[in-house]
């Protein structure tokens, strides 16, 4: 069974940081594709970040040079360090493994960013 679990979300100021993790099981991790999306309330859900199995990265627009992403396939683990937050950061983020036609997907953690 398939499983990608989301943690480290949570309520901060902004300008404050937040790590996310995604810890992945049921899938030979190293041949995925590894990603984070995000949804905020009543917006279509959006990439954040990709990083490919030879870990290379892409970023959105909004995330770059405040996000990283990086995988540790020793733990089948993938992570967001989220820097310089802002309220418009606020959604509920999604793991995401890709490879060929799989597609799997986490069931989020909510990212709150407020004063």
């Known amino acids: 069974q398939v499983q990608l679990v989301e943690s480290g979300g949570g309520l901060v100021q902004p300008g404050g940081s937040l790590r996310l993790s995604c810890a992945a099981s049921?899938?030979?991790?190293?041949?995925?594709?590894m990603a984070w999306y995000r949804q905020a309330p009543g917006k279509q859900r959006e990439l954040v970040s990709t990083?490919?199995?030879?870990?290379?990265?892409d970023y959105a627009d909004s995330a770059k040079g405040r996000f990283t992403i990086s995988r540790d396939d020793a733990k089948n683990t993938v992570y967001l360090q989220m820097n310089s937050l802002k309220p418009e950061d606020t959604a509920v983020y999604y793991c995401?493994?890709?490879?060929?036609?799989?597609?799997?997907w986490g069931r989020g953690t909510q990212v709150t960013v407020s004063s």
């Open positions: 990083i490919t199995t030879s870990a290379s990265t």
């Open positions: 995401n493994a890709e490879f060929k036609t799989l597609s799997y």
């Open positions: 049921g899938i030979t991790f190293t041949l995925y594709r």
